[in-house]
């Protein structure tokens, strides 16, 4: 079996292909939409339009920061990727992932 990848932009992300259950998968929101789904601020050529890889929601840079990266082992996805704030946050999202200094 090879491995899967799947390449947005400028990032590749590989995916298991062994992972047990991937009924998790986000359906994503159309590109069309034009605003925040989640602050509601109209997309325009310098306020992009981002997905969370987690909910599927297309969200602006603000609600969705670069920096709010982690894996997503029931979709197979085992690299960081990026989760809108409301995901990221999510206790959901901390399950099968491990916590620093948790006993």
């Known amino acids: 079996m090879h491995a899967l990848t799947i390449t947005s932009h400028k990032h590749a992300v ?3 292909p062994t992972a047990d ?5 986000a359906d994503w929101t159309p590109d069309a939409h034009g605003k925040c ?11 992009r339009r ?6 599927g929601k297309l969200v602006c840079g603000k609600c969705a920061p670069k920096d709010n ?6 979709q197979g996805i085992m ?11 999510s206790p959901a999202c901390f ?3 491990q916590r620093v200094g948790s006993l």
Do not use: G
Request: net charge positive; hydrophobic share 20%; aromatic share 4%.
């Open 69 to 74: 990266t982690k894996p997503i082992p029931k």
């Open 50 to 55: 981002h997905h969370c890889r987690k909910c």
């Open 14 to 16: 590989p995916i298991n």
């Open 37 to 47: 789904q989640i602050c509601k601020t109209k997309f325009t050529v310098v306020r």
């Open 21 to 25: 259950d991937k009924s998790d998968a």
């Open 95 to 97: 399950k099968n992932t």
């Open 79 to 89: 690299q960081p990727v990026r989760h809108c704030k409301e995901c990221y946050r």
